[in-house]
Every structure is written in C-alpha cells, then in structure tokens.
C-alpha cells in the first residue's frame, strides 16, 4: 500500500514537471525576436540623382542605387502634414519608389536612404514635392447629389487616375440620427450610382468620398424628397408574341418557357445559380440580334428594370440588350412603329477573369447575384407593352437566356 502511494506521488511530481517544462518553451517561443539579415553587415552609400515626379495624391521617386552588395532596399520617409512620418519602400532591384495616398496638394518633405541587410539606414538624401491633387478630393469637387426615384442618385465626373474610391451616403434614419445609409465603390472616371429602397418623403442627406488609404473628404448635405415608384405587380404580365419574335421551344419543353420570366422564381446566391433550372431560352436559327414582346397588362410610368440571370457570365446568358416600350397596341405586323427606347445595358465581369470556377472574385459574384439594374427613360409616358432586345449573348453564339425580369414604376399619371 506504503509503495502504491508512493508511486501515485512520483506521477504528480512528474506531471508538474511536465507542466513546468512546457510552459518555459511557450514562453522561450514567444519571446523569440527576429533580427537583421545579416549582422554587421558593411556600410552602405546613399542613393543619388534622386528625382520626384508628382501624381495624384503622390510621386514617383527615382534613383540612382549606391554600389555595394550588402544593399537590403531602399526606404524612403515622407512628413505628413500633421508631422507624423510615413514609409515607402522598394527592394534593391528597383530604382523607383511609389509614394501614394496622400491626403492633400501640399508640399511634401522626404527622405530617402539605402538600407543594408544589418537595417543600418545610409545617410539621407532630402527632397520636396507637391503632389498633384489627390483622386478623392478631385472626385468630391465634382460629387452631385439629387432625388431619383425610389430614393437618391450620387455622381462624380472627375476620377481621371481611376482610383479606387468609395461614395458614402447619410441619412436620417426613422429615429431622427443621422447614420450611414449605404456606399458604393468604383474605379470608374464618371460614376452615376442610386441608393434605392426610400419613402417618397423629405430627408436629410449627406455624401463623402473616402478613398483606400483612409482620406476622407469634406460632406455635402442636401435635403431631398425621393420620387415616388412602386414595385409592379407580374400578375398581369402575359406574352405577346408578335410576327419577327425570337422562336420559343415548345410548351412540352417544361424547364424553358416565357412564363419563367415573370414567375419571381430566382437566383441571387452564386453558390447556388440554378434554382428550379426554369429560364427563358430562345429557340431560332437566325442570328443575334433577337426580340420577344410582352404585355404588362396596364400602363406604367416606367423607372427601372433589374434583369437576373441565369448563366454566369457564360454560354446563351444575354450580354448586351435593349429595352423598348410601346403605350399602346404594338402594329400587328411585328414592326418597330410607335416603339420606344427605354435604356439598354451590356453586362462585364469585374475582374475581367476568363470563364472558370477559379477565376471568380467576390466582385464578380457580387455583380451577378446583384442583377442588372438599369434606369429607364423615365419621359416616355405610360407604357404597357415591352420589347425586349438581345444584342449579343457570352459565347459569342445563337441564341440568349435570362431568368427573370422586373419592373419599378408608377400608376399614378
């Protein structure tokens, strides 16, 4: 029993050194501190010619290396103008250093310095620049806001470097704060984007432009009544197929038919695009461009159409396309007579990634789960019937698809 115990206790004893010996390597590893490439690495020269081209919102600094071979990069240390210090820097097979995200046109001090692998900076080599204005102060200067239907539309005109910038909406919410209401990112020189989903009613609005190095600029405020539209009802939705329509499968084709086009049934997960596997197919021998025609079943004041795919940016999916309206009877004949141009839209692939399940980014997913949206000519008076336009499909191919189609508007004229 005395040798029991006794072996009991020598299994804690063991155990607490176990413990005791693991700890003090966690501890060891986390205290482990990584130094130079090298130590004592040889002295190196500084840069020379140093020449700073001005850019929005930065500069391109060039140089000259310094010989030696112990040059690990090149850093160069720019004053911001609250004083504090931002760094640069290019390894030692460049000659040039991109300073950008500067927050203002101003004068810039800056420092460059070869660095060796000991990370013993060489004596300086001090410049000034004035950058050119910056890409989000550009794009606030020319930043408009007015109502639009169903809520507001922001625009810029000036993003000439195409920077990557974000538009920031504010409004009162329904307990009176003033908060974030939505934002909108784009690299495009002249944006047009509208926040949506408002009440036709006098708010308070407010819209900034902050850019991906933190710049925010100054507000703009407006106080606006969002134009009234209204989701409209498919209930009444029918085909009206006319002569010169794209020819259809036929109706014992189940998973392809016109009635998918208005039955609310949807995709809006990439994941997932199919759903029931019901489109809209045409069936025709002729070349692209091709138009069907249906009946809304009343007339509208028309605002938007927001179009849902099917295919992801492949095979029969439509690309390119226009919408056309027509307010009365369309001329039995098939022709264009009395039809109205409402918009068009041609759909793209944000990051321009061939087709692949590899070669998808989370923009790209985004943009299609999202749909087409597409403003309408909204001066074309009331309109009942709809043509639409396949101008081109992704394959280059007969024939085009889509899934879904709905419209925003008004019954009050």
């Known amino acids: 029993m005395v040798g029991f115990k006794r072996l009991k206790n020598m299994k804690k004893y063991l155990l607490y050194t176990l413990v005791i010996c693991l700890g003090w390597l966690v501890t060891a590893c986390n205290e482990e501190k990584h130094g130079p490439i090298e ?98 102060m550009a794009a606030f200067e020319s930043l408009e806001i007015s109502p639009d239907f169903g809520g507001v539309k922001l625009k810029w005109f000036d993003n000439f470097s195409e920077a990557k910038l974000g538009v920031v909406l504010m409004a009162n919410d329904s307990l009176g704060d003033f908060v974030q209401y939505g934002s909108e990112y784009s690299t495009l020189k002249d944006l047009t984007h509208s926040f949506r989903g408002m009440k036709s009613a006098e708010n308070h609005f407010g819209a900034f432009i902050k850019d991906r190095f933190g710049n925010v600029s100054d507000t703009i405020f407006a106080d606006l009544t969002p134009l009234f539209e209204t989701l409209i009802s498919k209930a009444k939705f029918k085909e009206h197929t006319l002569p010169g329509d794209a020819a259809q499968y036929p109706a014992s084709e189940v998973s392809v038919g016109f009635r998918y086009i208005w039955d609310d049934v949807y995709s809006n997960n990439y994941a997932s695009p199919y759903m029931n596997y019901r489109s809209f197919i045409s069936n025709d021998t002729r070349p692209l461009p091709l138009h069907i025609t249906f009946d809304l079943g009343a007339k509208y004041l028309l605002t938007r159409m927001r179009l849902n795919n099917y295919y992801q940016f492949q095979n029969r999916g439509v690309k390119k396309y226009e919408i056309w309206g027509h307010a009365g009877t369309p001329p039995t004949d098939g022709s ?68 879904e189609l709905t419209f925003w508007g008004s019954d009050q004229f």
Not at 95 to 107: D, M, N, Q, S, Y
Not at 346 to 366: I, L, M, W, Y
Not at 379 to 392: E, V
């Open 336 to 403: 264009w007579d009395g039809w109205v141009k409402l918009g068009e839209h041609e759909q793209f692939k944000p990051s321009g990634n061939p087709f692949g399940p590899s070669n998808v980014t989370e923009a790209d997913k985004r943009y299609w789960e999202t749909g087409d949206m597409v403003t309408l000519k909204d001066d074309a008076g009331p309109i009942r019937y709809i043509r639409f336009r396949a101008l081109s499909n992704w394959s280059g191919t007969l024939n085009f698809n889509l899934m």
């Open 39 to 136: 130590q004592d690495a040889e002295p190196i020269g500084p840069v020379s010619n140093v020449q700073i081209e001005p850019t929005p919102g930065g500069g391109n600094i060039t140089y000259t290396l310094p010989i030696g071979k112990s040059l690990s990069h090149v850093l160069a240390e720019v004053e911001m103008p609250d004083g504090q210090i931002k760094q640069f820097v290019s390894s030692q097979y460049t000659t040039t250093i991109i300073v950008e995200g500067l927050p203002k046109e101003a004068t810039y001090k800056v420092n460059v310095y070869a660095v060796n692998r000991s990370n013993v900076k060489s004596p300086g080599i001090s410049s000034s620049f004035e950058c050119l204005k910056p890409p989000y």
